[in-house]
């Protein structure tokens, strides 16, 4: 499927739940999920680099992410390319302006699949599905905090990830993961703006008439009005 930022997108979500470094890690990982569970919506610039393991190539990519309770998320790429990711009420779409090329999906099939959104709905359990170790703390910037997560039970997309939490604030700052190719995503935030005012109408994408439409929706659930 060619929809990046959905990988991007879920690889950051699973960030949200994670704890911050300390004798306690349990402990913490309640007051970072305790501060995320209260948030109605918050939004964030960023800044990316993926780097390709086999040719040692590095992709460096900006633009902005906003979330809104329940499951409403616009992870909009402005470098090197334009990409909007819309996840909806009623769908997923991934649009690239270059190539007017727009990717419907299913809002079950993001949500239900065993990505980060899970966490962001609520639907997973960290302590189970993650072993939490701290991380080094030479590694972490002023203020911040720096902890290891490894999944139970590693998927391709994702075998290892390190954030870096903001103590003043409990919110994720940076998050770095690895998948089984060793393949690596290192996303920074920047500007966090906790419970802004978003119009759900951020949250709608309806594909330029000049766009090819790629529907991989369950065929009982596409819409081909």
Same mark, same amino acid.
């Given at each position: 499927?060619?929809?990046?930022?959905?990988?991007?997108?879920?690889?950051?979500?699973?960030?949200?739940?994670? #704890?911050?470094?300390?004798?306690?890690?349990?402990?913490? &990982?309640?007051?970072?999920?305790?501060?995320?569970?209260?948030?109605?919506?918050? &939004?964030?610039?960023?800044?990316?680099?993926?780097?390709?393991? +086999? &040719?040692?190539?590095?992709?460096?990519?900006?633009?902005?992410?906003?979330?809104?309770?329940?499951?409403?998320?616009?992870?909009?790429?402005?470098? #090197?390319?334009?990409?909007?990711?819309?996840?909806?009420?009623?769908?997923?779409?991934?649009?690239?302006?270059?190539?007017?090329?727009?990717?419907?999906?299913?809002?079950?099939?993001?949500?239900? &699949?065993?990505?980060?959104?899970?966490?962001?709905?609520?639907?997973?359990?960290?302590?189970?599905?993650?072993?939490?170790?701290?991380?080094?703390?030479?590694?972490?910037? #002023?203020?911040?905090?720096?902890?290891?997560?490894?999944?139970?039970?590693?998927?391709?997309?994702?075998?290892?990830?390190?954030?870096?939490?903001?103590?003043?604030?409990?919110?994720? +700052?940076?998050?770095?993961?690895?998948?089984?190719?060793?393949?690596?995503?290192?996303?920074?935030?920047?500007?966090?703006? +906790?419970?802004?005012?978003? +119009?759900?109408?951020?949250?709608?994408?309806? #594909?330029?008439?000049?766009?090819?439409?790629?529907?991989?929706?369950?065929?009982?659930?596409?819409?081909?009005?």
């Amino acid at each position: 499927m060619k929809y990046r930022a959905v990988a991007l997108l879920v690889l950051f979500v699973l960030a949200l739940v994670a #704890p911050a470094l300390a004798a306690d890690p349990a402990e913490l &990982s309640g007051r970072i999920q305790k501060r995320y569970a209260a948030l109605g919506a918050f &939004s964030a610039e960023f800044t990316q680099a993926i780097r390709n393991a +086999a &040719s040692g190539d590095v992709e460096q990519r900006s633009g902005s992410f906003v979330f809104k309770k329940p499951t409403l998320v616009r992870w909009e790429t402005v470098k #090197p390319e334009k990409e909007l990711l819309i996840v909806g009420k009623d769908a997923v779409w991934d649009y690239f302006e270059e190539d007017k090329e727009a990717y419907r999906y299913s809002v079950e099939e993001i949500i239900n &699949s065993k990505t980060m959104l899970r966490f962001l709905t609520g639907k997973a359990n960290l302590t189970e599905d993650f072993l939490v170790v701290a991380g080094k703390a030479e590694e972490a910037g #002023p203020g911040q905090a720096v902890l290891q997560l490894a999944p139970r039970e590693p998927e391709p997309g994702l075998v290892m990830a390190k954030v870096w939490i903001d103590l003043a604030t409990d919110m994720i +700052a940076r998050i770095y993961i690895q998948d089984f190719y060793a393949n690596t995503n290192d996303l920074t935030l920047s500007g966090i703006v +906790a419970n802004p005012k978003l +119009a759900d109408s951020l949250f709608v994408f309806t #594909p330029p008439k000049d766009a090819r439409v790629h529907d991989n929706t369950p065929a009982k659930g596409r819409d081909l009005k």
